[in-house]
């Protein structure tokens, strides 16, 4: 008998150290003061119920603020810390593609201006896309707001609604990608700090990705600080820069941009003359108008050090053979821009000597602190 009260009081007492060796404290990832260790809850949850994002302190590098007009920003989506630091996360976290093995930065990777140095991607099931990665930066000026290589999406937060569900990409649905994110305490805390709300939903991550996305600027390549008269270029890129405005001789700038324009594009869609039988209708897939078979937005002529291959489907490997396309490989067909006005001779037809002049100064429209800056980086 002894020994059974003795094995009770025992058993009471092992209980008793046990239950004392569980963490107390506020078990609520809602709560500001959240312990992730607390295994029971001791009422102590503290909730912060003002939602005050801090504005992001966007820093416009002088060149574009004097030459650009104010950048583009949503009113429905303005730049917030809080936004800007979500957005981040979620552009370098695997966990939104459907096997957890694919972010957005797999196919925009920061050490290529964030385009892939692949000709196409590939996604989550080893199947590849159709086109070339675009590179991610100087989006806020961006005025038409038409995204991807044929337009079809109409702002960021439209353009990044689409490679989470893409059977090609991440292929994932956005129920799981909600449920989710719903099931990580930082990511909850994150998104109310962010948007002041815990109710996430697939327009919460895409506007924290806009955000983020709009960050990105590249304005520091050795052209733009020719232009601010800290650095001079080779008689070489000089050169160069002529035959770009010539218009009898590369005549870029048309579509391209001048330097008061600092972006090298033109934003808008053209067909370039790639080829006589247009097999990607582009822009005109889009607009349902046969006009716009095989146009393809401009792509930006910033950071070409980087964003190899070229062309909508990356069919050039280098600069010189875009150049040698302009030059002598230009090809008649329905809907060629009038821009392309040597098409009956091939191309503007350059020296060998023009050639190197233009590619010297492509290559100083590159930005090196771009694609090295921290805080673009996870």
């Known amino acids: 008998m002894k020994k059974y009260v003795f094995g009770i009081i025992l058993f009471y007492f092992m209980l008793l150290y046990i239950s004392c060796r569980k963490d107390y404290g506020c078990t609520d990832p809602e709560a500001e003061n959240y312990n992730p260790k607390a295994e029971l809850d001791n009422g102590s949850c503290i ?17 574009f603020a004097q030459y650009l007009p104010e950048p583009h920003i949503p009113e429905d989506n303005p730049l ?24 957005c930065a797999s196919c925009h990777m920061p050490g290529f201006a964030f385009t892939d140095s692949a000709r196409f991607s590939t996604g989550i099931d ?37 490679p989470i569900r893409n059977p090609i990409e991440m292929h994932n649905t956005w129920e799981n990608v909600v449920n989710y ?28 990705i806009a955000q983020f996305e709009r960050i990105l600027i590249s304005a520091n390549s050795k052209f733009d600080r020719y232009l601010m008269g800290l650095e001079m270029l080779t008689p070489l890129e000089l050169q160069g820069f002529n035959v770009y405005m010539d218009e009898t ?5 048309h579509c391209h941009g001048t330097p008061g324009g600092l972006l090298w594009t033109d934003n808008d869609f053209h067909n370039n003359g790639l080829d006589s039988v247009i097999t990607d209708p582009g822009l005109a897939a889009v607009t349902g108008n046969p006009a716009d078979m095989g146009k393809f937005k401009t792509p930006s002529l910033r950071n070409l050090a980087y964003t190899a291959p070229y062309m909508h489907d990356g069919r050039f ?17 329905p809907t060629i821009d009038p821009l392309m006005k040597k098409v009956d001779q091939g191309g503007v037809q350059l020296t060998p000597q023009d050639k190197a002049a233009l590619k010297a100064f492509l290559l ?10 921290p805080e673009y980086r996870p």
């Open 47 to 63: 909730y912060d119920t003002a939602f005050h994002p801090t504005p992001y302190p966007l820093n416009i590098p002088p060149l």
């Open 181 to 208: 994110l719903k099931s990580q305490p930082e990511y909850v805390k994150m998104f109310k700090k962010a948007f002041g709300t815990s109710n996430i939903d697939s327009m919460h991550v895409v506007k924290a």
């Open 317 to 333: 490997k280098t600069l010189d053979e875009v150049i040698n396309h302009y030059s002598e490989g230009l090809k008649w067909s």
């Open 364 to 373: 100083t429209l590159s930005d090196p602190d771009f694609i090295n800056n």
């Open 80 to 103: 917030t810390v809080e936004g800007v630091a979500l957005g981040k996360k979620l552009f370098y976290d695997p966990g939104l593609s459907a096997n957890g093995t694919q972010s």
């Open 249 to 253: 001789r590369g005549d870029c700038f």
């Open 126 to 162: 080893g199947i590849k896309g159709t086109r070339n990665a675009m590179p991610i930066f100087n989006a806020l000026w961006n005025f038409n707001s038409k995204f991807f290589w044929d337009g079809r999406a109409n702002g960021l937060e439209q353009q990044a609604l689409e």
